[in-house]
């Protein structure tokens, strides 16, 4: 009788201790941490005024703190983190090329339910905002949303007129095929003195997945022989020869090897002829002293052009009930069109939005967009690879790039042995 008596009372006790505890506070004032990537030269002006301007006018005393993040694998890192621990942002950005890493190991949260149990007004939502093609971006590859398409952008080759002209380079006519960016990367060298080409390098695959494309790997994975799993193959008589090409444009001169801060400072300088990288940096260029023209990413002789697109989603990660609400009221603001137009004017995105008009979005008419903003029809999606193994599959590709770029390597015997590792981290789903 003692002894039942005694775990009546405990219950009784958690009980009303459970009673007395503060219940979650799903209306009033309260503070969200929004972790992203977009700093001083990426857009990140524009997107702390969005944030002042929905903190100052939400009406429900919700107040969003930036968390800033250096690139998109740094942000990745500091999002896992902050999961690990507990503190998850209320949401973050996640670039496309995190998609299923993300969406497969991680404890996110759906935006369909979200939208389901506390907005049901916004049942068409997404559909009304997004054409189809563009919000799979944001779906993983077993058929989930892990985020609301944001940033969008293409990748294209920025050239300094002034040093094509000083090499006796046709400036009307711009290169389309590698082969034809070869011979303008020797001539400025021969003629000039200055850098010919520099293609992007930094921490992600963005470009480097569409050198396979040059190759003509298109799919760039897909279902193993049983169907348990993913395989690739990057070792491709096409692939070696594309990345020798590239290898032999390193050690004649005509590509330099360097990193990407260095060579946006090339560019700026006038130091450099040609440059690619993504149409999100071309703000970066419009006033700084040069006279840049963009043209298309090149392609492969004799194949069609392929790129990624670049970009990220707005992903909601918070636990809460008022972190959700507070999260996707945020998201709904910033894909306003007024406030996705001030964000892409910005930075030289691409609108993924359909409600965006020519007249918000001014970019349509700026001299380094407007005659390429189309080669978004030439795009796929930024390779996300499946498995917990992602980040460690576009390490290697950066590694790989680095090797051939800058150590000298075997291409064909470095391709193979990435393909071989890639392969045994994607087999198993």
């Not at 293409?154 to 002034?162: F, Q």
């Not at 002209?165 to 046709?170: I, S």
């Not at 695959?205 to 494309?213: G, V």
């Not at 390429?372 to 599959?393: M, N």
Request: glycine share 8%.
């Amino acid at each position: 009788m003692k002894k039942l008596f005694a775990m009546l009372l405990a219950l009784v006790m958690v009980l009303s201790l459970a009673a007395c505890q503060p219940k979650e506070k799903t209306d009033g004032p309260i503070e969200i941490e929004f972790l992203h990537t977009h700093g001083e030269t990426f857009g990140g002006p524009a997107l702390e005024e969005i944030i002042k301007e929905f903190n100052e006018t939400n009406g429900k005393g919700i107040t969003v703190k930036t968390v800033l993040g250096a690139s998109y694998n740094e942000t990745m890192a500091t999002l896992q983190s902050s999961l690990a621990a507990g503190t998850e942002p209320a949401l973050s950005t996640v670039a496309y090329s995190h998609l299923n890493y993300a969406g497969l190991n991680f404890n996110y949260v759906p935006i369909s339910d979200v939208i389901e149990k506390y907005f049901p007004e916004d049942k068409d939502y997404l559909t009304n905002k997004y054409e189809d093609s563009i919000l799979s971006l944001g779906t993983t590859v077993d058929g989930n949303l892990l985020g609301c398409p944001y940033g969008l952008s293409i990748p294209l080759m920025y050239y300094n007129k002034g040093l094509l002209e000083q090499a006796g380079l046709d400036t009307e006519n711009l290169p389309t095929t590698w082969q034809e960016v070869r011979e303008y990367a020797k001539a400025i060298v021969d003629k000039t003195g200055k850098a010919g080409l520099y293609i992007q390098i930094v921490g992600d695959t963005y470009s480097i997945i569409p050198m396979f494309y040059q190759a003509g790997i298109d799919p760039i994975y897909d279902k193993d022989s049983d169907g348990d799993g993913y395989r690739t193959d990057l070792a491709t008589d096409g692939a070696v020869e594309v990345w020798t090409f590239f290898q032999d444009m390193f050690e004649e001169g005509t590509a330099v090897y360097m990193t990407n801060a260095e060579g946006q400072a090339a560019m700026i300088a006038g130091d450099l002829g040609m440059y690619l990288t993504t149409s999100a940096r071309i703000n970066m260029f419009t006033d700084c002293g040069q006279d840049i023209i963009t043209g298309y990413h090149p392609k492969w002789e004799g194949r069609d052009l392929a790129v990624c697109l670049g970009g990220n989603m707005l992903t909601i990660w918070g636990q809460t009930e008022a972190k959700q609400k507070a999260a996707w009221e945020f998201i709904k603001f910033c894909l306003e069109p007024e406030n996705m137009a001030k964000f892409d004017n910005a930075t030289g995105y691409v609108p993924p939005t359909k409600d965006v008009t020519a007249e918000q979005y001014t970019m349509l008419e700026h001299p380094m967009l407007k005659d390429v903003v189309d080669e978004k029809t030439y795009a796929r999606p930024w390779t996300s690879w499946p498995g917990a193994a992602g980040l460690q599959v576009d390490q290697h590709l950066v590694t790989l790039r680095d090797k051939i770029y800058h150590d000298g390597v075997d291409v064909k015997t470095a391709l193979q042995e990435v393909t071989d590792t890639i392969n045994g981290l994607i087999s198993e789903d």
